[in-house]
């Protein structure tokens, strides 16, 4: 059954580091682009980042640019997301997708459970 699961959310304070991971089912998504989304409270879920299925080409929302890098290793399965300087407005529940196409990603979209992540002043 296919299946992502993230780990890696928590407390960290303003300025700090976290790297969240997803381990992926495969088949089928060694051959899916990576990504992940987060969504805070009161807000609609929005993209962070995507990696194409061979980790060479990445893409990055603008308000995560600079700060967060999104990696994967086919050979473990799983989609990383380094996330430093984190802000305030960081904090929220990060979701790992999978899509069949890259960018724009889309097409059959999976989800995973969520990771929550909480920045603190």
């Known amino acids: 059954q296919a299946h992502l699961v993230e780990s890696g959310g928590g407390l960290v304070q303003a300025g700090g580091s976290l790297r969240l991971s997803c381990v992926y089912s495969?088949?089928?998504?060694?051959?899916?682009?990576m990504a992940w989304f987060r969504q805070a409270p009161g807000n609609e879920r929005e993209f962070v980042a995507a990696?194409?299925?061979?980790?060479?080409?990445?893409y990055y929302a603008d308000s995560v640019k600079g700060r967060f890098t999104i990696s994967r290793d086919s050979r473990q399965n799983t989609v990383y997301l380094q996330m430093n300087t984190l802000q305030v407005d960081d904090t929220a529940v990060y979701y790992c997708?999978?899509?069949?196409?890259?960018?724009?990603?889309?097409?059959?979209?999976?989800w995973g459970q969520g990771t929550l992540v909480t920045v603190s002043s």
């Open positions: 997708s999978a899509a069949e196409d890259f960018n724009p990603f889309q097409y059959k979209q999976r």
């Open positions: 990696v194409d299925w061979s980790g060479r080409s990445s």
């Open positions: 495969d088949p089928p998504f060694s051959t899916y682009a």
